[in-house]
C-alpha cells in the first residue's frame, strides 16, 4: 500500500507565530500534491496545489522536495480561524484509486 | 449552485439493516467518489465514477454497492449494515479536466451501525 505519512499533533501554536509541518511519502512515482483543509465535523476543502518549484497563496507556502519525498506547509502569521486539521494528499496518476490521503496534522492556534 | 449534498446527516443501523447513502452535485461534473474517514485513518476510497453508467471499485469496496444513472446522483448502498462500517462518508465530485485531483467535498453522513 502506498503510504503517506503527517504527524497527527496536536501542534499548539501562539497566534501570529510561524508552523510548518512535513509529509513523507514512500511512492517515488507520485506526481502530484495537495494540501487540504479539514475543520472540526466538517468535509476537506482543496488548500492548494503543490508544485514542484513551490508555491505561496498568501500566508501558506507549499513547497516539494522529490530527493527526500517529501512535501512541506508553511503558515506565517497565523490566525485562530487557521485551526484545523491539515491533511497531505499525494497521486500517482490514473484516478481517484490514484489518490492517498494521509491522516492529517491537527492544527490549534492559541490566543 | 448547491455544490456537493449528502442525506441523511446522522443515521443509526442495526446489523444486518440496509440502506442508501445519497449524494447529488448541481455542478455537472462527471467525476464523482465516495470514501469513508475513520478516526486515526486517511479517507479511503470506496467506489467512483468517471461518468453515467460507470463505476469502479476503490480501496475497500466489500460490504458497498454504487450505481450511476445520471451525472448529477451517485448513490452509495449498504448491503448488510455491520458495525466495521461505522463510519463518516463523504461523496466527493470533481470538476472537468482536473483528474480525481481537485475534489469537492459534500458534508458527509454520519453513520452509527449498533
Known amino acids: 500500500r502506498k503510504e503517506v505519512e503527517q504527524d497527527p499533533g496536536p501542534f499548539n501554536v501562539p497566534e501570529g507565530a510561524t508552523v510548518a509541518f512535513n509529509c513523507t511519502y514512500s511512492n517515488s512515482a507520485s506526481q502530484s500534491f495537495f494540501w487540504y483543509r479539514q475543520d472540526c465535523r466538517k468535509e476537506p476543502k482543496l488548500l492548494m496545489s503543490?508544485?514542484?518549484s513551490g508555491n505561496e497563496d498568501g500566508r501558506f507556502t507549499a513547497q516539494l522536495n522529490r530527493a527526500s519525498q517529501y512535501i512541506s506547509l508553511l503558515i506565517r502569521d497565523s490566525k485562530l480561524s487557521d485551526s484545523a486539521t491539515y491533511l497531505c494528499v499525494v497521486s500517482s496518476g490514473g484516478g481517484a484509486d490514484g489518490l492517498t490521503f494521509g491522516k492529517g496534522t491537527h492544527l490549534i492556534i492559541q490566543p | 449552485n448547491a455544490g456537493v449534498t449528502q442525506t441523511p446527516k446522522f443515521q443509526v443501523l442495526k446489523t444486518g439493516q440496509s440502506m442508501t447513502l445519497q449524494c447529488a452535485q448541481d455542478m455537472n461534473h462527471e467525476y464523482m467518489s465516495w470514501y469513508r474517514q475513520d478516526p486515526g485513518m486517511g479517507l479511503r476510497l470506496i467506489h467512483y465514477s468517471v461518468g453515467a453508467g460507470i463505476t469502479d471499485q476503490g480501496e475497500v469496496p466489500n460490504g458497498y454497492n454504487v450505481s450511476r444513472s445520471t451525472t448529477e446522483d451517485f448513490p452509495l448502498r449498504l448491503l448488510s449494515a455491520a458495525p466495521s462500517q461505522t463510519s463518516v462518508y463523504f461523496c466527493a465530485s470533481t470538476p472537468p479536466g482536473q483528474g480525481p485531483y481537485e475534489q469537492y467535498f459534500g458534508p458527509g453522513t454520519r453513520l452509527t451501525v449498533t
Open positions: 503543490v508544485y514542484s
